[in-house]
């Protein structure tokens, strides 16, 4: 198989565009590695590239899932390998992009040993939640795994809910499963995306969310109110960064402003996550936001020498 590459990032720093540059003299088909991007119908929240774009080169793992489904680490890692062999079969080269930092440590770290999701337990659990609180639920993890739950917050409802399935599910607590990684799945030679200045990053956030609301953001969750009437924001395509603000400023909850101030406020706090992430991976780094042609430049002549070592 042709050697495997990576382009992972913090939101808005350039992943698309360095991407699509190095498709003009690469034959390369691109892997999104972006848990969001895989939603039929969330086009602008998700900053999913535009038809013209998508013609460029080939794109994979995008609009594969409604609203309404759901999709993990491990389904991910399956689909990628798979995806890797049958581009490289073809000659081309297999360029993952995206921001998903846990899909890319699942690749390449290895997996851990989950179960998938259930969804008769998930409904069980809601109705507990329903009935009794999430306090309710959060002390009955206190029990059971004092270990995970001292990482969640109690008001995590969907991390407190999925520690309580996975050992309602095996028996064993969450944290034992974490321990019990498997062999990584790929090698892949990566780069990183880092801007110098968080400065920039962070008006490049607001920028773009305000392109977004122009571009018709609000329709945008309308529309999926409407085509998808069981949707509701414990589903995790509503839990796609900026979406629960506009269902929330949609039901009256909130203000405009305050819809935009959230916005940006969580898409910051999301870049921030993934830059934590990425200095752990000990990735080289690249500032695209100052030079891209020079970046471009640079990561091609690295791919170009992998290839022919």
């Known amino acids: 198989m042709n050697p495997v590459f990576a382009i992972i990032g913090a939101t808005a720093t350039g992943k698309t565009a360095l991407a699509l540059a190095l498709a003009n003299d690469l034959p390369i088909e691109i892997i999104s590695m972006d848990s969001a991007l895989i939603y039929q119908d969330m086009n602008i929240g998700t900053a999913k590239p535009t038809a013209t774009e998508l013609a460029t ?39 993952i992009v995206g921001g998903t930092m846990m899909y890319f440590r699942a690749l390449t770290q290895g997996l851990n040993n989950l179960p998938s999701a259930d969804n008769a337990v998930r409904a069980v659990l809601q109705n507990e939640k ?14 059971i795994d ?3 739950a001292a990482k969640i917050k109690p008001t995590d409802s969907q991390r407190i809910e999925r520690a309580l399935e996975v050992f309602r599910i095996t028996g064993i607590p969450m944290s034992v499963l974490l321990n019990e990684q498997q062999m990584p799945a790929l090698s892949v030679k990566a780069f990183g995306l880092m801007p110098n200045d968080r400065k920039y990053l962070h008006a490049a956030i607001e920028k773009r969310f305000n392109t977004m609301i122009n571009q018709g953001f609000l329709d945008e969750v309308n529309y999926l109110k409407t085509k998808y009437p069981d949707l509701t924001l414990d589903y995790p395509s509503m839990r796609c960064v900026g979406y629960r603000q506009a269902w929330q400023y949609l039901a009256g909850d909130t203000d405009f402003q305050t819809f935009v101030n959230q916005g940006i406020a969580a898409t910051r706090q999301l870049a921030k996550r993934q830059i934590t992430w990425l200095r752990s991976f000990n990735l080289p780094l690249y500032d695209y936001s100052q030079n891209p042609q020079k970046v471009c430049n640079e990561l091609y002549q690295k791919i170009k020498a992998f290839q022919a070592a």
């Open 146 to 148: 004092p270990q995970t």
């Open 57 to 95: 080169c080939p794109h994979h793992l995008i609009d594969i899932k409604t609203p309404l489904q759901s999709y993990s680490a491990a389904d991910f890692v399956a689909d990628c390998v798979c995806l890797c062999d049958e581009i490289s079969a073809r000659g081309n080269i297999p360029l």
């Open 130 to 143: 329903e009935q009794y609180g999430l306090n309710y639920l959060y002390s009955e993890l206190q029990k």
